[in-house]
């Protein structure tokens, strides 16, 4: 019986590998950018940004004094594994059509993504260092 309810708590919290249901996404909502770290230096250039996830998809908005492009995608997360992995594929930009390997991490309201550029491989943990390909995203949810 206990088996079942952890399993059925699991399930209800964190969702599955392939996310339809919003309420079983972790990720699902409306997070600002606080900091950017690529390749072991901060990079401002996206910090401000609102980032939305709902239903696979993404949205990532520049900040107001931004020039860049708002930006579209797809996801899909499995919240079994620990940590959680997230697949990101965006549409447009430099990464266009490619798939970035990531993971996931949630705390309070805090969302930290860590996600290997093209042709690299997943990151195990929540690092980025010189030369490392990592770049590690911190969120806040808007609320």
Known sequence: MRTLLALGLVATVFGASVIADDKKDPTTGKWVIESVTRDGKPND???GATREHAEGKYTLTP???SKAAPTTGTYTIDA???PITIDIKPKGGTYDGKTLLGIAKLDGDTLTVAFAEPGKDRPTK???AAGSGIVIAVHKKVK
């Open 126 to 128: 929540f690092e980025s």
């Open 63 to 65: 900040a107001k004094d």
């Open 80 to 82: 079994t594994k620990s």
């Open 45 to 47: 250039a996206l910090k």
